[in-house]
């Protein structure tokens, strides 16, 4: 895993060549609908909080098995799955499809790859061979790519915005400190609203390479019920807290707060001209981070046995609409 984290500025470039295919019926959007799980699933989130200050129509994530009601023609509905075949994400494909929704879809191949060739869905095909959450750049770029042809910008320079993955020896001497401090605890990740999709991330690669649990706290909704939980901790020492920086003073606030409670506390501040770039060189630094408390704990970064057994359970079962 470490080697991909380290090839992730080569791949991201890569993707930026990515060619989308297909074509769109309707290019009038009104809505858009980001649909995916996981290491798929995290791209919804990065491309909404890029987007949540200056995208003109509403944007929902969908990481479920049932699209919103009012999901119709003007909606584009986009499916990202490394795979192809996360039944969530082809469940929710298939019955905006039935809704008369427009739709797009990035992936490596399966299911959603044979349905976007078949219908002349506009698509982008990316790199297969990795695991999902690994491919978080081409996803991401492959993303931005196929919004592009509806007129709906994530980045205007995609080439450039990549640039900040090239700070290697920084992000990996930051992450090996990072790792000592989180090893063998149970970490609290704490960013505002805007990055909310890195402290997500941060928390999925420590659970899935790390095998670690984790859990998150979005400011400012954290001051207003998870703040009072720190007067009286449970376990302290078992705690730490990760705060992701931002230009922001509820996190000076936050911070302060977290101190005077006693708890074993850190500042990642990501480099970056803009939230795109910062969210790509903190996704590097949490890859890199959970990959040496990996080695710490004696685990397999790779392995994620316990999605498989839930994937196992979902394959042929009829799911209740939700
Ligand atoms: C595995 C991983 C998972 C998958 C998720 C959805 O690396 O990160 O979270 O991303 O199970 O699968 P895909 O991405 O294939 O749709």
Avoid at 231 to 251: S, T
Wanted: hydrophobic fraction near 40%; glycine fraction near 8%.
């Amino acid at each position: 895993m470490e080697l991909i984290y380290l090839n992730w500025y080569e791949l991201a470039l890569n993707a930026v060549k990515y060619e989308v295919l297909g074509t769109p019926r309707n290019r009038d959007i009104r809505k858009l609908v980001l649909t995916g799980m996981g290491g798929s699933g995290i791209v919804c989130d990065a491309v909404y909080a890029a987007m949540y200050g200056k995208s003109k129509i509403p944007i929902t994530i969908v990481k479920d098995f049932q699209p919103p009601g009012w999901v119709d023609p003007t909606t584009l509905v986009c499916g990202i799955s490394y795979s192809g075949n996360t039944l969530e994400t082809l469940s929710n494909v298939s019955k905006s499809l039935e809704m008369g929704a427009e739709l797009c879809v990035v992936s490596s191949g399966g299911s959603l790859i044979e349905m976007a060739e078949s219908g002349g869905i506009p698509h982008v095909v990316i790199d297969g061979g990795l695991p999902p959450r690994a491919a978080f750049p081409q996803l991401l770029i492959a993303t931005a790519k196929v919004l592009s042809t509806y007129g709906i910008i994530v980045h205007d320079d995609l080439e450039g915005v990549v640039e900040i993955l090239k700070s290697v020896d920084t992000a990996v001497a930051t992450s090996k400190e990072l790792a000592e401090f989180l090893n063998e605890s149970i970490p609290i990740i704490i960013s505002n609203t805007r990055y909310y999709p890195l402290a997500l991330r941060f928390k999925d690669e420590l659970n899935e390479n790390s095998k670690m649990i984790a859990k998150i706290e979005i400011i400012p909704e954290w001051a207003h019920n998870d703040i009072v939980g720190w007067e009286k901790p449970v376990n302290i020492d078992i705690i730490r807290a990760l705060v992701l920086w931002d230009d922001d003073p509820l996190l000076e606030f936050a911070v302060d707060y977290l101190k005077g409670s006693g708890v074993k506390l850190r500042v990642l501040n990501p480099p970056g001209n803009d939230i795109l770039s910062r969210i790509l060189y903190g996704s590097l630094v949490a890859g890199l981070t959970s990959t040496y408390v990996a080695e710490l704990r004696g685990v397999k970064a790779e392995e994620t046995k316990s999605i498989e057994k839930y994937k196992d359970f979902l394959r042929g079962r009829a799911l209740p609409a939700r």
